[in-house]
């Protein structure tokens, strides 16, 4: 059984930072592709960031420059640096990966974290 665990949520003013923190347990082969997403209330569930194995990182234009992504693939854990957040950065954070749970079939399985809270007051 694979988990993905967030962590980091929380509520801070506008201008301020947060990281979050997701990591994996339970029993796989390896992660490819690994990604935040949020959804605000009413409003559809969005990319936030994503990141290859590789380290190769995308981010829509509402967060680049504000937000960083990494991994550290030794801890199966992924982060989101949150800087100069905005009220609009209020949503639930998911977090997302793919993963390869057996090397002789190697699919790949998309799981989701539970979600962690972020709120921005003005």
């Known amino acids: 059984q694979v988990q993905l665990v967030e962590s980091g949520g929380g509520l801070v003013q506008a201008g301020g930072s947060l990281r979050l923190s997701c990591s994996a347990s339970g029993t796989f082969f390896s992660i490819n592709a690994m990604g935040w997403y949020r959804q605000a209330p009413g409003k559809q569930r969005e990319l936030v960031a994503s990141?290859?194995?590789?380290?190769?990182?995308h981010y829509p234009n509402s967060v680049k420059g504000r937000f960083t992504i990494s991994r550290d693939n030794t801890k199966n854990t992924v982060y989101l640096q949150m800087n100069s957040l905005k009220p609009e950065d209020t949503a639930v954070y998911y977090c997302?990966?793919?993963?390869?749970?057996?090397?002789?079939?190697?699919?790949?399985?998309?799981?989701w974290g539970q979600g962690t809270q972020v709120t921005v007051s003005s």
């Open positions: 990141i290859t194995s590789g380290g190769s990182t």
């Open positions: 997302n990966a793919a993963f390869i749970i057996d090397s002789i079939r190697p699919y790949e399985y998309n799981y």
